[in-house]
């Protein structure tokens, strides 16, 4: 009876013995795929506070670094010669190596027409180009610039790529020592993720240098002849007349207002004086008479 008893306690503890081996080896690429799970994102994590700690870097050394500023500008003019005006401006564009974005006209070839442009000229040539152009109108019209200071956000991009970067480069190396199917699924789906996002930034900075390279100008030019005559809507005839005349009596009522001002505020002075004037004129006439 002891020797069965002690018998069926060894098959027992074999056969445990067995279940805990299969156990541990089935358990093995699960605890694999939380280790590889967890080290993405500790790298994650670890790029996010880089790109931190480079952004506050980079951030107090904004002001002494060079500046990146989107030049834009508006102008309006008047010309004799629309046709000449507008390839005169398309010449000088593309010998600055700029280019039209898009032009527009408006009106016939028998009358006064009028049309736009918008121009990309380098960023060098930006105020010369604008200063050619009213040089060579009959008027100027408007004429403004404004710029776009994108320097803080293409640093941040520039930092947020470094880190994204690093994070490409550590999952490239997970990649490479994946031992299951599930790990590289999980791997492939995170490298897919950071390097479509490096694209993104690639693509803003790119951007970015190209506003910043090529100034925007928006052109606006009125053609006006010189022997046309004048539109009677804006000679203001009766305007005018109306004006003149009104100024005229009103200068009149001013000099008559500081005349009688004049002899109010001194006749204390005056009336004596007159008195005196006419009393001794009698006297001088009738001494003659």
Request: glycine share 4%.
């Amino acid at each position: 009876m002891k020797i069965r008893t002690i018998s069926l306690l060894f098959i027992l503890l074999f056969i445990a013995g067995c279940d805990q081996d299969q156990s541990t080896d089935s358990a093995r690429p699960m605890s694999n795929t939380n280790e590889m799970t967890d080290e993405a994102i500790d790298v994650e994590e670890e790029a996010l506070d880089m790109e931190v700690e480079e952004t506050d870097q980079t951030e107090s050394s904004v002001e002494t670094s060079e500046r990146m500023v989107v030049q834009n500008g508006h102008l309006e003019v008047v010309v004799e010669a629309f046709d000449d005006m507008m390839y005169e401006i398309e010449s000088t564009v593309m010998n600055l190596d700029g280019y039209v974005v898009e032009t527009s006209v408006q009106g016939s070839e028998e009358g006064e027409r009028s049309g736009s442009l918008l121009v990309r000229i380098p960023e060098d040539d930006f105020q010369s180009f604008m200063d050619e152009v009213v040089s060579t109108s009959t008027e100027l019209v408007h004429r403004s610039t404004y710029g776009n200071d994108v320097t803080e956000e293409y640093i941040d991009l520039e930092s947020r790529l470094r880190s994204q970067e690093v994070v490409e480069e550590r999952l490239v190396t997970f990649l490479e020592a994946a031992e299951n199917t599930e790990d590289l699924l999980t791997i492939s789906d995170d490298l897919a993720n950071v390097q479509q996002e490096i694209e993104t930034i690639e693509g803003r900075m790119n951007y970015l240098d190209n506003q910043v390279d090529f100034a925007t100008i928006n052109l606006y030019i009125y053609e006006q002849s010189s022997t046309a005559l004048q539109d009677q809507s804006t000679l203001n005839t009766w305007q005018n007349a109306t004006n003149l005349f009104t100024g005229t009596i009103n200068a009149l009522l001013s000099v008559v207002s500081f005349i009688v001002v004049t002899v109010v505020g001194l006749s204390p002075v005056l009336v004596p004086a007159s008195i005196g004037i006419i009393v001794w004129f009698w006297l001088y006439k009738r001494k003659r008479e």
